[in-house]
């Protein structure tokens, strides 16, 4: 006997019947499953996108058959006698919607309890989506979207319907409520009638799992309910199906739902062919563009925004971010989805809120190395920061110049380069939390960091107290590609002219160390502190254990609270943590709170200085597995 699936109700075979079933009806099945994952393929197996799609297949057809549920024609009926409309409005036409906002770039904001892989967004089993949608609407979105799947994401069709209701009470008259999007995986004329019937004005059509003549036939039934469909797309091909099924709105998943890997570059390739195919799409203002475009995912800052109004996108879907922010209202606000917020030269103090940071460990670093041949362990194994450490008074300082020399030429050597990295600099004035997660791409792409096969470490000279003179010394002698501060110099000290390199500030996090754990102070007052300081200065944030009593900054071996961590990028920080780091523990560092970055140095030695190879093997490959896994969402 078959086993169910994972986490499922069904075995694969019942999945794999369901979703082949997708497209037995096409005249011409090779054509219209063209773009299919894994078609015609019989040692395929299903993505996570197809297994829930073919869990919802399976779940609507148990509905359908089931006396007592609604049924089709009942739905349409009650669309067709206008009850609902009747109470709570006519529906809105995306598109309409979308084109309306102009200059400013819409925005969809996401209502989501969970998800399949980094579990629920938030620890209030109880929050109203009504609630949040209204907060959502209050700060500037346009549209609402509401995902309703219930086994993997926690949703429902309560959900939508409370969002649409709430929403409609709390516009003003004048006003225009913001459009609601049912998100999920639609399969039939059922899901999106029952949309309907729940108040939604629009719903999601992903093209990855629909095959073309589905897909047109799922469009032509929403016009037919006033509803103009979201279209989902990823690859070049998904966009020729899109349009040949006669898609107007057009959203662009920067994850592959398959694979999972982001890059936010594909809302670019897709602006591409279209303007190769000659489509009118521009977020301009014409009231005749005959497609809308929208991104969907990666995105949490105002220069995300700014990067896709540069190139005529009309919306942004922003998710995750938003439901784990500590203030959404006030991070929707510092999306600058007006032009001329973004252009401001002071746009907010340094203690605002931004979208939560969600994008899940980018960065591993090595620190403490000393030796060429230690530095090349860690760069084969794919660190992105290698860390020399110029402190005399550390068990891990660099025997002399020379040797940093040698392992600078080492990592340089690895990384296919001849010289320190060029690092760009800000385009315009920004608050210190816009100008840090700007840096934070910044470094990412600088390393290559899931962009690429090919790992470019840099070099990181870390110092503590000690003379700008020396420091920048050190960086033109050595040739060091980043700096990082890690004694009391302060913020402003960070600024590239004192340091020579783009520096990387330790904030220490005071923590009493007893036999058996380690407590963290008064989080809430360093967090506050923390942002009250903040400058644009650094171009990284690093949290360090700091024992109290101890002098000495680093190198303690003991962890503090990770979910101090995790509260900071909840305001929209990304950072990196150190401290206590092992391989026994990368794992759940990764998980538990998915920082930016995370830093070793005595977790993987055999002595102060002297690394264990296999220890930082296992680090870094634990460390870049763990992210993967987690980032692996929808």
């Known amino acids: 006997m078959e086993e169910k699936s994972n986490n499922n109700d069904f075995t694969s075979a019942e999945l794999r019947i369901a979703l082949d079933g997708l497209w037995k009806d096409s005249d011409d099945a090779d054509y219209d499953a063209r773009h299919i994952y894994g078609y015609k393929d019989d040692n395929h197996e299903m993505s996570m996108l197809q297994t829930i799609t073919a869990t919802r297949i399976l779940d609507y057809k148990a509905i359908q058959e089931d006396n007592d549920a609604v049924s089709l024609q009942e739905y349409e009926r009650r669309f067709q006698e206008d009850e609902f409309v009747k109470e709570y409005g006519p529906t809105l036409d995306l ?126 039934f929403s016009r037919k309910l006033n509803m103009e469909p979201l279209v989902e797309v990823h690859a070049p091909i998904e966009l020729d199906v899109a349009l040949e099924a006669g898609a107007k709105v057009i959203g662009v998943n920067n994850r592959n739902l398959h694979t999972f890997r982001m890059d936010l570059r594909t809302t670019e390739h897709v602006v591409e062919q ?46 995750e971010s938003l439901m784990r922010s500590s203030d959404p209202q006030c991070a929707i606000t510092n999306l600058c989805l007006h032009p001329d917020d973004y252009k401001k030269e002071d746009n907010s103090s340094s203690n605002q809120v931004g979208a939560a940071y969600t994008r899940g460990t980018q960065l591993v670093k090595v620190c403490g190395i000393t030796s060429s041949e230690d530095a090349l362990v860690a760069c084969q194994a794919g660190a992105n920061l290698i860390g020399i450490i110029f402190v005399p008074k550390s068990k891990r300082c660099i025997p002399n110049v020379d040797c940093a020399k040698e392992i600078v030429e080492t990592v340089r050597n690895f990384g296919e380069r001849q010289e320190a990295i060029q690092y760009p600099g800000e385009e315009k ?34 110092f503590q107290n000690q003379a700008p003179e020396y420091i920048r010394q050190m960086v033109q002698e050595c040739g060091l590609d980043l700096v990082q501060l890690h004694g009391k110099e302060g913020m402003e000290a960070c600024n590239v002219q004192n340091t020579g390199a783009p520096t990387i500030r330790v904030v220490d996090i005071d923590t009493t160390a007893s036999d058996d754990s380690t407590t963290t102070t008064d989080t809430d007052t ?13 171009v990284a944030i690093l949290l360090d254990t700091s024992i109290k009593g101890s002098k000495d900054g680093g190198g303690t071996g003991v962890t503090f609270d990770w979910s101090l961590a995790e509260k900071i990028q909840n305001r929209g920080l990304p950072v990196l943590i150190a401290g206590g780091l092992k391989p026994s523990n990368v794992k759940d560092a990764v998980e538990s709170v998915r920082p930016w970055g995370v830093d070793v140095s005595s977790g993987v030695e055999e002595s102060p200085g002297q690394k264990d190879v296999d220890k930082l093997r296992d680090f870094v490959r634990i460390a870049k597995q763990t992210a993967t896994e987690t980032s692996k969402g929808f």
């Open 274 to 319: 279209l303007t190769q195919l000659n489509k009118k799409f521009q977020h301009d203002g014409s009231t005749t563009n005959e497609y809308a475009l929208c991104s969907l995912s990666g995105m949490s800052t105002a220069d995300d925004v700014d990067r896709y109004r540069q190139i005529g996108v009309g919306m942004c879907l922003i998710g």
């Open 429 to 462: 004035s920004s608050s210190p939390l816009s100008s840090l997660q700007s840096s934070a791409s910044k470094l990412e792409d600088l390393t290559q960091c899931n962009r690429g096969s090919l790992s470019r470490p840099l070099v990181v000279g870390v």
């Open 95 to 220: 598109g309409e919607v979308i084109r309306s906002q102009y200059p400013k770039m819409a925005l969809a904001a996401e209502f989501k309890r969970a998800s399949p892989s980094k579990g629920k967004m938030t620890n209030d089993d109880n929050v109203s989506a009504g609630d949040q949608a209204v907060k959502y609407a209050a700060a500037g979105a346009n549209v609402i979207s509401i995902l309703t799947e219930p086994k993997w994401f926690l949703g429902s069709l309560d959900d939508l319907q409370q969002s649409r209701i709430r929403t409609q009470e709390q516009t003003a008259e004048g006003q225009r409520r913001p459009a609601i999007l049912r998100k999920e995986f639609v399969v039939n004329e059922y899901m999106i009638a029952e949309a309907a019937a729940y108040g939604a004005d629009t719903v999601l059509l992903i093209v990855a799992v629909l095959p073309q003549h589905l897909l047109k036939k799922l469009i032509d």
């Open 526 to 538: 360093l967090i506050a502190s923390l942002f009250d300081t903040l400058t644009s200065d650094p």
